[in-house]
Structure formats: structure tokens, C-alpha cells
């Protein structure tokens, strides 16, 4: 089992920043990439971003490239999203997850993130 928790959401103008964690706790070494994920109102849940165990391998949507970047500190077990240059149309409820290669298994609660024009 994994348990994740993300934090960091919140009321941001366009052009500004904020910063996601994603806490996890558990068996976290058997769920080794790290990812985020990202749903607005009526759509369908899309990938933002994701980490390998060591952090030598990111991925991202061509969406966010050059403007989000994901990170993780295994010491502290925590997955970070930083998120710069944000525009409305990347609001949306933030999840983190964790699994293997692109099979994800556990899902956090998610979190808010809204983007005022």
C-alpha cells in the first residue's frame, strides 16, 4: 500500500507560479515513478508529468514543456510539481500517483489548482 498526499494548491493570476507536493508514505519503493495528473471540469483526466526512482528520467506533457517541471526527493519521500508561467487552461484538480513504468496504482486525493485571467 501507498498513500499519497498533495499539497500546494490554490488561487493563482495568470503568469504566476505554484509550487505541488505530493507526500507519500507506505511502500513506496515498490511503486518507483512518480506522476502527475491533472482533470478540469468536463474533461477527461490527462497526464502532466512523471519521474523515474532517481529523477534521471522526466517526462511531460507537450503542454506544460518549458513551463512546469516535476521533482523528487526520495529522503523525504515527496514528488514535486513546480509550475511557472501558468495560464487558465491549466486549471484543474492535480493528483499525484505512483507505479510502475506507465501503470499507476495509487492515487492521491488530489488538489486544486485554479488560474484567474
Known amino acids: 500500500q501507498v498513500q499519497l498526499v498533495e499539497s500546494g494548491g490554490g488561487l493563482v493570476q495568470a503568469g504566476g507560479s505554484l509550487r505541488l507536493s505530493c507526500a507519500a508514505s507506505?511502500?513506496?519503493?515498490?511503486?518507483?515513478?512518480m506522476g502527475w495528473f491533472r482533470q478540469a471540469p468536463g474533461k477527461d483526466r490527462e497526464f502532466v508529468a512523471a519521474?523515474?526512482?532517481?529523477?534521471?528520467?522526466?517526462d511531460y506533457a507537450d503542454s506544460v514543456k518549458g513551463r512546469f517541471t516535476i521533482s523528487r526527493d526520495n529522503a523525504k519521500n515527496t514528488v514535486y510539481l513546480q509550475m511557472n508561467s501558468l495560464k487558465p487552461e491549466d486549471t484543474a484538480v492535480y493528483y499525484c500517483?505512483?507505479?510502475?513504468?506507465?501503470?499507476?496504482?495509487?492515487w492521491g486525493q488530489g488538489t486544486q489548482v485554479t488560474v484567474s485571467s
Open positions: 519521474i523515474n526512482y532517481f529523477g534521471g528520467r522526466t
Open positions: 507506505g511502500r513506496t519503493f515498490s511503486w518507483p515513478v
Open positions: 500517483a505512483s507505479g510502475v513504468a506507465d501503470s499507476y496504482k495509487y
